[in-house]
């Protein structure tokens, strides 16, 4: 490599394809046949599409910092909870509001229902109803958050 940039020798290199950071694309086919580069590529993708994970690539962003997940750990102790407008802010200062349905990394919709953990910390419903967690867990657990939708139950 020179100054980061490799020379591609064509001979050496059947087919050459290059994305740059735009997402502009280049192929060169040397002097392969173009229907069978298509059929490689073909394949790369299934491989691709097979080992993507189950969640968004970029999580949906939203105008609420809470939807990031800050490299510090969100804090029950210190928490506190206005209830009139079901909004609670943990002890790091980020405030978490509760009428809305959170989606975590994996497509879970989690849903507050009313009530706080010993620690202070929301307690959430999953939306299959039977799995209960503390907010600061689903959080550690299955992040990012990102609100959805609203409602509580």
């Given at each position: 490599?020179?100054?980061?940039?490799?020379?591609?020798?064509?001979?050496?290199?059947?087919?050459?394809?290059?994305?740059?950071?735009?997402?502009?694309?280049?192929?060169q086919t040397g002097k392969i046949c173009t229907a069978r580069a298509a059929d490689v590529l073909e394949q790369i993708a299934a491989r691709l599409r097979a080992a993507h994970p189950p969640f968004p690539c970029f999580p949906p962003t939203a105008a609420n910092p809470t939807?990031?997940?800050?490299?510090?750990?969100?804090?029950?102790?210190?928490?506190?909870?206005?209830?009139?407008?079901?909004?609670?802010?943990?002890?790091?200062?980020?405030?978490?509001?509760?009428?809305?349905?959170?989606?975590?990394?994996?497509?879970?919709?989690?849903?507050?229902?009313?009530?706080?953990?010993?620690?202070?910390?929301?307690?959430?419903?999953?939306?299959?109803?039977?799995?209960?967690?503390?907010?600061?867990?689903?959080?550690?657990?299955?992040?990012?958050?990102?609100?959805?939708?609203?409602?509580?139950?």
């Amino acid at each position: 490599m020179t100054d980061g940039y490799r020379f591609i020798d064509m001979a050496e290199q059947r087919l050459v394809v290059l994305v740059d950071s735009d997402g502009r694309l280049e192929v060169q086919t040397g002097k392969i046949c173009t229907a069978r580069a298509a059929d490689v590529l073909e394949q790369i993708a299934a491989r691709l599409r097979a080992a993507h994970p189950p969640f968004p690539c970029f999580p949906p962003t939203a105008a609420n910092p809470t939807s990031e997940r800050p490299d510090e750990l969100l804090l029950a102790d210190g928490g506190r909870l206005d209830r009139s407008s079901k909004v609670w802010t943990d002890g790091r200062g980020h405030a978490w509001d509760l009428s809305l349905t959170w989606g975590d990394a994996v497509g879970v919709e989690w849903r507050w229902h009313g009530s706080l953990d010993s620690n202070g910390a929301p307690l959430l419903r999953a939306n299959n109803g039977v799995t209960v967690q503390a907010l600061d867990v689903v959080r550690a657990l299955y992040g990012p958050l990102a609100p959805l939708a609203g409602g509580t139950e």
